[in-house]
């Protein structure tokens, strides 16, 4: 059984640019949430979408938005990069929306590193 | 208000000593959840245990166990007998059931040294 796939692994963009990331669940599972990791704020919770529709949202500007596709495939989109924004993105799913992390068929993809200079 | 603390940036220990990775949480419910999570340097985060907070007892899996103690709002892991792949960030988090969100501890990053 396949894990949660995330590409790219690695992106380097330029200060204004926008990006999209890629998340593909588990098959057969229909929720997806995305986190940013920075060692300055540590794993903060982005969104949530469950059958293409987003069920929960975390504290970040606008800037950052996702959608997710009949599939059950996400992606993330952030406009205008700033510095801030380089960033570990995990994207993780979930058979269960809502529980979050603490279901133990919550499953992580291992990443995309993003730098942004 | 909900937080959860890990004291501990950074641990190195020599192969086959014992670890103790502390957390300490912060929060109001009195229902709640708590777990680990251990981030090798592949990057995914790998469940490892969760315990409600009705559930005081502790937990032994193999070379891990969790101590839990509502006492002093603390939630411990132990490695015994740690081995070079346990090398990785363990995370630390808290669910509480009034925020329908996980909130996650700084991280501890455990390097065990052949």
């Known amino acids: 059984k396949a894990g949660v796939t995330q590409t790219p692994r690695y992106l380097i963009k330029t200060r204004g640019q926008q990006v999209t990331l890629s998340c593909s669940p588990i098959?057969?599972?229909?929720?997806v949430s995305w986190y940013q990791q920075t060692p300055g704020q540590g794993l903060q919770f982005l969104f949530e979408?469950?059958?293409?529709?987003?069920?929960n949202k975390g504290n970040f500007p606008g800037r950052f938005s996702g959608r997710q596709f009949s599939n059950s495939r996400s992606e993330m989109n952030v406009s205008t990069l700033e510095l801030g924004d380089s960033a570990l993105y995990l994207c993780?799913?979930?058979?269960?929306?809502?529980?979050?992390?603490?279901?133990?068929?919550?499953?992580f993809g291992s990443g995309t590193r993003l730098t942004v200079v | 208000a909900q937080k959860v603390t890990q004291a501990q940036t950074e641990i190195s220990v020599v192969e086959k000593e014992d670890v103790t990775l502390d957390c300490v949480y912060e929060?109001?419910?009195?229902?709640?959840?708590l777990f680990w999570y251990k981030q090798p340097p592949s990057g995914e985060l790998v469940f490892l245990i969760r315990?409600?907070?009705?559930?005081?007892q502790n937990e032994i899996s193999g070379r891990y166990s969790w101590n839990f103690q509502k006492s002093t709002s603390s939630f411990n892991f132990t490695i015994t007998a740690s081995q070079v792949v346990d090398s990785a960030v363990y995370f630390c988090?808290?669910?509480?059931?009034?925020?329908?969100?996980?909130?996650f501890g700084p991280g501890t990053s455990l390097s065990v040294i052949p």
């Open positions: 993780a799913s979930s058979s269960i929306p809502g529980t979050g992390p603490s279901n133990y068929g919550y499953t």
């Open positions: 098959s057969g599972h229909r929720s």
């Open positions: 979408y469950f059958s293409e529709t987003q069920r």
């Open positions: 929060t109001r419910d009195t229902t709640y959840y």
């Open positions: 315990r409600n907070s009705f559930d005081e």
């Open positions: 988090a808290l669910r509480q059931t009034s925020y329908d969100k996980v909130i």
